[in-house]
């Protein structure tokens, strides 16, 4: 059974740091991109970032570009995206999910989802 | 950025019905397009891929079909565990955007 668990969310003041995990099980977890997906309170869904497979490829949307970094242990089956410089307006519940492409390739279809992690961004 | 809308926003419907969600992009995506549902609380689940694909495991009751810029999803006879509010998604370009929701309600 496919399983993405995230964990390290929680309070952090603005202009702090956070990293957050993503621990997957149930697949070949090198053969797959992952994703960062995230959902302010109430609000809709904000695509965040990817990784691929082997790690050698990555994207950030623009709104987090330069302040977040996205990585991958394949020997831990874990992504972890390193946040800082937070911003209120990051206040969200980050969902990590799995591409739906096994493969080197990023399809930006995502068909398993952890349960979700919130951020809370406040002084 | 790629602007997705959908109609309603919200609607209201009785089991047994046939429920339709209209998205829109801002330009043409092709069918890159995906649907999904979220249960309040819980991850969004994928629904239909490549906008008429039925995701495995999903029942033949939810269906999907466009191209271009303009896209149906469908509930074809509305049961109660269908209540959630339901999303479209393009890739065609970068980055992935998600329509706003539509929140079905029984």
């Given at each position: ?46 695509y ?7 790690g ?14 996205i ?20 206040m ?24 979700g ?7 | ?38 249960k ?12 008429s ?39 065609d ?14």
């Amino acid at each position: 059974e496919v399983q993405l668990v995230e964990s390290g969310g929680g309070l952090v003041q603005p202009g702090g740091s956070l990293r957050l995990s993503c621990a997957a099980s149930g697949f070949t977890f090198s053969t797959y991109a992952i994703h960062w997906v995230r959902q302010a309170p109430g609000k809709g869904l904000e695509y965040v970032s990817a990784i691929s497979g082997n790690g050698g490829s990555t994207y950030y949307a623009n709104s987090v570009k330069g302040r977040f970094t996205i990585s991958r242990d394949n020997s831990k089956n874990t992504v972890y995206l390193q946040m800082g410089s937070l911003r209120a307006e990051d206040m969200a519940v980050y969902y990590c999910a799995r591409d739906r492409s096994g493969g080197s390739g990023i399809r930006y279809c995502f068909d398993y989802w952890g349960q979700g992690i919130l951020v809370t961004v406040s002084s | 950025d790629i602007q997705m809308t959908q109609s309603p926003s919200s609607l209201s419907a009785s089991v047994g019905d046939r429920v339709t969600i209209t998205c829109q992009a801002s330009q043409d995506i092709s069918n890159y397009l995906n649907w999904y549902q979220q249960k309040p609380g819980k991850a969004p689940k994928l629904l239909i891929y490549d906008a008429s694909n039925l995701e495995t495991g999903v029942p033949s009751r939810f269906s999907g079909s466009g191209s271009g810029t303009d896209f149906t999803f469908t509930i074809s006879s509305l049961q109660p565990e269908d209540i959630a509010t339901y999303f479209c998604q393009q890739y065609d370009n970068l980055p992935p955007t998600f329509g706003p929701g539509t929140k079905v309600d029984i």
